[in-house]
Protein backbone atom coordinates (compact mmCIF):
# COMPACT_ATOMS: atom_id res chain seq x y z
CA UNK A 1 0.00 0.00 0.00
CA UNK A 2 1.22 3.57 -0.73
CA UNK A 3 0.06 6.84 1.60
CA UNK A 4 -0.52 9.82 -0.68
CA UNK A 5 -1.82 12.84 0.52
CA UNK A 6 -3.82 15.56 -1.68
CA UNK A 7 -2.87 19.11 -1.68
CA UNK A 8 -4.38 21.88 -4.10
CA UNK A 9 -2.55 25.30 -5.02
CA UNK A 10 -5.79 27.46 -6.00
CA UNK A 11 -7.65 25.07 -7.25
CA UNK A 12 -5.12 22.74 -8.93
CA UNK A 13 -4.97 19.72 -7.07
CA UNK A 14 -2.36 16.72 -6.79
CA UNK A 15 -1.53 14.02 -4.88
CA UNK A 16 1.68 13.92 -2.96
CA UNK A 17 3.41 10.52 -2.94
CA UNK A 18 6.98 10.01 -1.26
CA UNK A 19 9.21 8.80 -4.45
CA UNK A 20 10.86 6.21 -2.27
CA UNK A 21 7.72 4.13 -1.98
CA UNK A 22 6.53 4.09 -5.72
CA UNK A 23 8.14 1.39 -7.52
CA UNK A 24 6.02 2.32 -10.95
CA UNK A 25 5.22 6.23 -10.84
CA UNK A 26 3.74 6.24 -14.12
CA UNK A 27 1.17 3.58 -13.31
CA UNK A 28 0.42 4.71 -9.91
CA UNK A 29 0.60 8.56 -10.80
CA UNK A 30 -2.29 7.91 -13.47
CA UNK A 31 -3.71 4.97 -10.96
CA UNK A 32 -4.03 8.20 -8.42
CA UNK A 33 -5.36 11.08 -10.86
CA UNK A 34 -8.07 8.70 -12.45
CA UNK A 35 -9.10 7.35 -8.40
CA UNK A 36 -9.01 10.90 -7.33
CA UNK A 37 -9.72 12.90 -9.85
CA UNK A 38 -6.82 15.46 -9.52
CA UNK A 39 -4.55 17.57 -11.77
CA UNK A 40 -1.58 15.53 -11.12
CA UNK A 41 0.39 13.39 -9.12
CA UNK A 42 3.85 14.27 -7.27
CA UNK A 43 6.29 12.03 -6.88
CA UNK A 44 8.81 14.02 -4.25
CA UNK A 45 12.05 12.42 -3.05
CA UNK A 46 13.55 14.45 -0.14
CA UNK A 47 16.72 11.31 0.48
CA UNK A 48 17.63 11.63 -3.30
CA UNK A 49 19.15 15.47 -3.46
CA UNK A 50 19.63 15.59 1.31
CA UNK A 51 22.83 17.36 1.51
CA UNK A 52 23.80 18.23 -2.28
CA UNK A 53 24.77 21.96 -2.96
CA UNK A 54 24.69 21.79 -6.93
CA UNK A 55 22.09 22.38 -9.04
CA UNK A 56 19.87 20.12 -11.55
CA UNK A 57 22.05 18.57 -14.65
CA UNK A 58 20.76 21.67 -16.81
CA UNK A 59 18.64 18.93 -18.39
CA UNK A 60 15.25 21.18 -19.30
CA UNK A 61 14.95 24.21 -21.06
CA UNK A 62 13.98 27.90 -20.02
CA UNK A 63 12.79 29.59 -17.60
CA UNK A 64 16.13 28.91 -16.67
CA UNK A 65 16.83 29.62 -12.59
CA UNK A 66 17.89 32.98 -12.91
CA UNK A 67 21.12 31.85 -10.94
CA UNK A 68 24.86 31.94 -12.24
CA UNK A 69 27.30 29.64 -11.93
CA UNK A 70 30.98 31.14 -10.46
CA UNK A 71 34.38 30.01 -11.26
CA UNK A 72 34.21 27.28 -8.41
CA UNK A 73 30.72 25.85 -8.88
CA UNK A 74 28.45 27.21 -6.50
CA UNK A 75 25.36 29.25 -7.58
CA UNK A 76 24.97 32.45 -6.96
CA UNK A 77 21.78 34.44 -6.83
CA UNK A 78 21.15 37.76 -8.86
CA UNK A 79 20.00 40.76 -6.52
CA UNK A 80 18.76 43.62 -8.84
CA UNK A 81 16.87 45.17 -5.67
CA UNK A 82 13.67 44.98 -7.53
CA UNK A 83 10.11 44.77 -6.51
CA UNK A 84 9.51 41.25 -7.02
CA UNK A 85 10.93 38.73 -4.06
CA UNK A 86 14.14 39.38 -2.60
CA UNK A 87 16.52 36.80 -3.47
CA UNK A 88 19.47 38.12 -1.27
CA UNK A 89 19.30 34.66 1.15
CA UNK A 90 20.92 32.31 -0.81
CA UNK A 91 20.09 29.36 1.63
CA UNK A 92 18.29 26.91 -0.51
CA UNK A 93 17.40 25.01 2.41
CA UNK A 94 15.73 21.32 2.01
CA UNK A 95 17.01 19.89 -1.47
CA UNK A 96 13.80 17.48 -3.24
CA UNK A 97 13.03 16.16 -6.99
CA UNK A 98 9.93 16.57 -8.15
CA UNK A 99 8.15 14.80 -10.65
CA UNK A 100 4.64 15.47 -12.46
CA UNK A 101 2.83 12.19 -13.58
CA UNK A 102 -0.47 13.83 -15.38
CA UNK A 103 -3.86 12.03 -15.98
CA UNK A 104 -3.18 10.99 -20.00
CA UNK A 105 0.45 9.69 -18.68
CA UNK A 106 2.68 12.37 -19.41
CA UNK A 107 5.48 14.05 -17.15
CA UNK A 108 5.37 17.41 -17.18
CA UNK A 109 9.06 19.50 -16.57
CA UNK A 110 7.33 21.86 -14.02
CA UNK A 111 4.41 22.69 -12.48
CA UNK A 112 4.15 25.93 -10.86
CA UNK A 113 0.69 25.06 -8.56
CA UNK A 114 2.22 21.45 -7.83
CA UNK A 115 5.87 22.93 -6.70
CA UNK A 116 3.98 25.03 -4.06
CA UNK A 117 1.80 21.76 -2.78
CA UNK A 118 5.29 19.98 -3.07
CA UNK A 119 7.24 22.31 -1.13
CA UNK A 120 4.92 22.44 1.60
CA UNK A 121 4.70 18.53 1.78
CA UNK A 122 8.54 18.53 2.55
CA UNK A 123 8.47 21.71 5.05
CA UNK A 124 5.90 19.30 6.99
CA UNK A 125 8.07 16.83 6.80
CA UNK A 126 10.99 18.35 7.43
CA UNK A 127 10.61 21.73 9.50
CA UNK A 128 12.24 23.43 6.61
CA UNK A 129 11.08 26.94 5.34
CA UNK A 130 13.08 26.92 2.22
CA UNK A 131 13.09 24.24 0.00
CA UNK A 132 14.56 23.81 -2.77
CA UNK A 133 13.01 21.36 -5.59
CA UNK A 134 15.02 19.73 -8.06
CA UNK A 135 12.70 19.75 -10.91
CA UNK A 136 12.83 19.10 -15.19
CA UNK A 137 13.06 22.80 -15.89
CA UNK A 138 16.11 23.08 -13.03
CA UNK A 139 16.02 23.88 -9.88
CA UNK A 140 12.72 26.17 -7.93
CA UNK A 141 13.48 27.86 -4.55
CA UNK A 142 10.30 27.36 -2.46
CA UNK A 143 9.62 29.90 0.30
CA UNK A 144 7.41 28.11 3.07
CA UNK A 145 5.06 30.61 5.34
CA UNK A 146 2.27 28.63 6.80
CA UNK A 147 0.37 27.86 4.38
CA UNK A 148 1.57 30.40 1.56
CA UNK A 149 4.26 29.32 -0.67
CA UNK A 150 6.01 31.30 -2.85
CA UNK A 151 8.26 29.94 -5.82
CA UNK A 152 11.26 31.04 -7.52
CA UNK A 153 9.84 30.47 -11.16
CA UNK A 154 13.27 31.10 -13.10
CA UNK A 155 13.14 33.50 -16.28
CA UNK A 156 10.79 32.75 -18.60
CA UNK A 157 11.85 32.61 -22.65
CA UNK A 158 10.10 33.98 -26.26
CA UNK A 159 12.87 31.81 -28.35
CA UNK A 160 11.27 29.70 -30.26
CA UNK A 161 13.89 26.88 -29.43
CA UNK A 162 12.97 27.27 -25.79
CA UNK A 163 9.53 27.30 -26.10
CA UNK A 164 9.37 25.26 -28.31
CA UNK A 165 7.98 26.52 -31.22
CA UNK A 166 8.88 26.33 -35.55
CA UNK A 167 8.45 29.66 -36.31
CA UNK A 168 11.20 31.87 -37.06
CA UNK A 169 10.92 34.51 -34.78
CA UNK A 170 9.08 34.89 -31.28
CA UNK A 171 5.35 34.58 -31.29
CA UNK A 172 4.10 37.73 -29.75
CA UNK A 173 0.52 38.62 -30.71
CA UNK A 174 0.55 36.83 -33.75
CA UNK A 175 -2.29 34.98 -35.42
CA UNK A 176 -2.71 31.58 -35.07
CA UNK A 177 -5.70 29.54 -35.42
CA UNK A 178 -7.75 32.48 -35.62
CA UNK A 179 -6.63 34.13 -32.39
CA UNK A 180 -3.43 36.42 -31.64
CA UNK A 181 -1.18 34.74 -29.43
CA UNK A 182 1.76 35.05 -27.73
CA UNK A 183 4.13 32.28 -26.97
CA UNK A 184 6.75 31.48 -24.27
CA UNK A 185 8.02 28.83 -21.96
CA UNK A 186 7.92 29.50 -17.84
CA UNK A 187 9.16 26.33 -17.13
CA UNK A 188 6.45 24.54 -19.67
CA UNK A 189 4.89 26.03 -22.74
CA UNK A 190 2.54 28.48 -22.89
CA UNK A 191 0.05 30.73 -25.03
CA UNK A 192 -1.61 33.27 -23.77
CA UNK A 193 -4.77 35.22 -25.40
CA UNK A 194 -5.83 38.31 -23.94
CA UNK A 195 -9.68 39.11 -24.10
CA UNK A 196 -12.04 41.18 -23.27
CA UNK A 197 -13.72 38.73 -20.83
CA UNK A 198 -12.18 35.17 -20.26
CA UNK A 199 -15.81 33.91 -19.27
CA UNK A 200 -17.33 34.94 -22.87
CA UNK A 201 -14.87 32.48 -24.64
CA UNK A 202 -15.57 28.97 -25.05
CA UNK A 203 -12.11 27.45 -23.90
CA UNK A 204 -13.10 23.87 -24.50
CA UNK A 205 -13.92 24.73 -27.99
CA UNK A 206 -11.06 27.51 -29.56
CA UNK A 207 -8.00 25.66 -26.39
CA UNK A 208 -7.29 22.34 -28.59
CA UNK A 209 -6.54 23.66 -31.93
CA UNK A 210 -3.83 25.77 -30.51
CA UNK A 211 -2.70 23.34 -27.95
CA UNK A 212 -2.68 20.84 -30.42
CA UNK A 213 -1.00 23.01 -33.36
CA UNK A 214 1.56 21.76 -35.62
CA UNK A 215 3.71 24.99 -34.86
CA UNK A 216 4.30 23.31 -31.10
CA UNK A 217 5.92 20.01 -31.65
CA UNK A 218 5.48 19.13 -27.31
CA UNK A 219 2.27 20.98 -27.58
CA UNK A 220 1.32 24.13 -25.72
CA UNK A 221 -1.02 24.74 -22.78
CA UNK A 222 -3.48 27.86 -23.56
CA UNK A 223 -4.36 30.56 -21.16
CA UNK A 224 -7.01 33.02 -21.59
CA UNK A 225 -6.33 36.29 -19.96
CA UNK A 226 -8.48 39.84 -19.47
CA UNK A 227 -7.06 42.70 -18.04
CA UNK A 228 -9.14 42.77 -14.16
CA UNK A 229 -8.79 45.42 -11.34
CA UNK A 230 -5.65 46.28 -12.03
CA UNK A 231 -4.62 42.31 -12.46
CA UNK A 232 -5.92 39.67 -14.68
CA UNK A 233 -8.27 37.18 -14.67
CA UNK A 234 -7.16 33.58 -15.89
CA UNK A 235 -8.47 30.82 -17.64
CA UNK A 236 -6.03 27.60 -18.37
CA UNK A 237 -6.88 24.63 -20.84
CA UNK A 238 -3.64 22.33 -19.38
CA UNK A 239 -1.71 20.00 -21.53
CA UNK A 240 -1.71 17.03 -19.55
CA UNK A 241 -5.23 17.16 -18.11
CA UNK A 242 -6.32 18.09 -21.15
CA UNK A 243 -9.35 20.15 -19.81
CA UNK A 244 -9.22 23.32 -17.78
CA UNK A 245 -8.33 23.47 -14.39
CA UNK A 246 -8.89 25.94 -11.23
CA UNK A 247 -5.73 27.46 -11.43
CA UNK A 248 -2.44 26.87 -13.21
CA UNK A 249 0.61 28.66 -12.02
CA UNK A 250 2.88 28.31 -14.99
CA UNK A 251 0.14 30.23 -16.81
CA UNK A 252 0.09 32.64 -14.37
CA UNK A 253 3.24 33.79 -14.96
CA UNK A 254 3.29 33.36 -18.86
CA UNK A 255 0.33 35.91 -18.74
CA UNK A 256 1.89 38.50 -16.23
CA UNK A 257 5.16 38.36 -18.32
CA UNK A 258 3.47 38.38 -21.54
CA UNK A 259 1.25 41.58 -20.24
CA UNK A 260 4.24 43.15 -18.68
CA UNK A 261 5.75 42.63 -23.09
CA UNK A 262 2.72 44.04 -24.27
CA UNK A 263 2.96 47.37 -22.17
CA UNK A 264 -0.38 46.21 -20.29
CA UNK A 265 1.73 45.52 -16.90
CA UNK A 266 4.64 47.28 -15.30
CA UNK A 267 8.14 45.23 -16.32
CA UNK A 268 9.17 45.15 -12.40
CA UNK A 269 6.51 44.83 -9.75
CA UNK A 270 3.99 42.81 -8.77
CA UNK A 271 0.70 41.40 -10.58
CA UNK A 272 -2.23 39.73 -9.23
CA UNK A 273 -3.51 36.57 -11.60
CA UNK A 274 -6.28 35.62 -10.57
CA UNK A 275 -7.64 32.49 -12.25
CA UNK A 276 -10.78 30.63 -10.86
CA UNK A 277 -9.65 29.47 -7.97
CA UNK A 278 -8.33 32.18 -6.32
CA UNK A 279 -5.56 35.02 -6.30
CA UNK A 280 -1.60 34.60 -7.49
CA UNK A 281 0.79 37.55 -6.95
CA UNK A 282 3.39 37.25 -9.33
CA UNK A 283 6.75 38.86 -8.67
CA UNK A 284 8.97 40.49 -12.01
CA UNK A 285 12.33 41.48 -11.42
CA UNK A 286 14.12 43.97 -13.40
CA UNK A 287 16.93 40.72 -14.70
CA UNK A 288 13.55 38.87 -15.77
CA UNK A 289 13.15 36.45 -13.21
CA UNK A 290 9.93 35.64 -11.98
CA UNK A 291 8.13 34.25 -8.43
CA UNK A 292 4.92 32.98 -7.64
CA UNK A 293 3.03 33.09 -4.64
CA UNK A 294 -0.15 31.86 -3.40
CA UNK A 295 -1.95 29.88 -0.98
CA UNK A 296 -2.35 25.75 -0.54
CA UNK A 297 -4.30 23.95 1.20
CA UNK A 298 -4.10 20.20 2.49
CA UNK A 299 -7.55 18.11 1.52
CA UNK A 300 -6.85 14.73 2.70
CA UNK A 301 -4.54 11.61 2.99
CA UNK A 302 -5.01 8.12 2.06
CA UNK A 303 -3.31 4.99 1.09
CA UNK A 304 -3.49 3.12 -2.59
CA UNK A 305 -3.16 -0.71 -3.81
CA UNK A 306 -2.90 0.76 -7.36
CA UNK A 307 -2.25 -3.20 -8.57
CA UNK A 308 -5.69 -3.64 -7.62
CA UNK A 309 -7.25 -0.02 -8.62
CA UNK A 310 -8.59 0.33 -5.00
CA UNK A 311 -8.13 3.28 -2.84
CA UNK A 312 -9.53 4.41 0.41
CA UNK A 313 -9.07 7.64 2.75
CA UNK A 314 -6.66 6.91 5.90
CA UNK A 315 -9.91 7.48 8.75
CA UNK A 316 -6.66 9.20 10.94
CA UNK A 317 -5.78 11.95 8.39
CA UNK A 318 -5.62 15.14 9.94
CA UNK A 319 -8.06 17.88 9.37
CA UNK A 320 -8.44 19.83 6.19
CA UNK A 321 -7.31 23.50 5.97
CA UNK A 322 -10.76 25.58 6.16
N1 LIG B 1 -0.78 23.16 -13.42
C1 LIG B 1 0.59 23.38 -13.61
C2 LIG B 1 1.18 23.07 -14.95
C3 LIG B 1 1.35 21.56 -15.15
C4 LIG B 1 2.04 21.17 -16.44
C5 LIG B 1 1.21 21.36 -17.68
N2 LIG B 1 -0.05 20.70 -17.63
C6 LIG B 1 2.02 20.89 -18.89
O1 LIG B 1 1.88 19.73 -19.33
O2 LIG B 1 2.81 21.67 -19.40
C7 LIG B 1 1.07 24.69 -13.00
O3 LIG B 1 0.52 25.08 -11.96
O4 LIG B 1 2.02 25.27 -13.51
Known amino acids: ?30 ALCDALGVDGTLFVDIAATEGRRETASGEGR ?59 WVAERTGASVVTLETGAGPRRCTVDGETVTVEMGVPSFAP ?43 AAMAPPLRHHDVFPEGANVNLAAEDDGGFAQRTFERGV ?3 TEACGTGAVAIAVAA ?33 RGPTAYVESGETDATLGEHGVDADAGAADE
Open 242 to 244: EGE
Open 62 to 120: PASDGQDTTPDGERERRDTGSDAESTADTDDGVRATMTLVQPDGSRAAMCGNGARCAAR
Open 161 to 203: DDVPHAREGELVESDLAGWSVTALNTGVPHVVVFVDDVDSVDL
Open 1 to 30: MTTYDVYHGTGNDFAVVDAADASDPDALGV
Open 260 to 292: ARLGMAPETGTVTVSPPGGDLEIGLRADGATTL
